[in-house]
């Protein structure tokens, strides 16, 4: 069983940066890929970034050069570096595992962390 916990959320200005993790807490090694997700008032969830089973990564295209997404296996935990932050990344985040359970995914979300960016 896996369990996903987000933090690092905040207010911030525009322009300005928040880095936030996400704990994995279970058995990481049926994790297959894992990414970021957010989710705009009135809008549907979207990919911000995402490492593949491949463990090539992907960004959305409005993230581009501003997101970075990364790891650190000693710590169970991903990390979203957000830079350059416009008031249009104002969302929730959530962090995403698709993890192997025998012949099924799963897909397992966390409970989301609050990104306010103030213009």
């Known amino acids: 069983q896996v369990q996903l916990v987000e933090s690092g959320g905040g207010l911030v200005q525009a322009g300005g940066s928040l880095r936030l993790s996400c704990l994995v807490f279970g058995n990481r090694f049926s994790i297959n890929a894992m990414g970021w997700y957010r989710q705009a008032p009135g809008k549907q969830r979207e990919l911000v970034a995402i490492?593949?089973?491949?463990?090539?990564?992907n960004y959305a295209d409005s993230v581009k050069g501003r997101f970075t997404i990364s790891r650190d296996n000693a710590k169970n935990t991903m990390y979203l570096q957000m830079n350059s932050l416009k008031p249009e990344d104002t969302a929730v985040y959530y962090c995403?595992?698709?993890?192997?359970?025998?012949?099924?995914?799963?897909?397992?979300w966390g409970q989301g962390t609050r990104v306010t960016v103030s213009s």
């Open positions: 490492f593949t089973s491949g463990s090539t990564t």
């Open positions: 995403n595992a698709t993890v192997v359970d025998g012949y099924r995914y799963l897909e397992v």
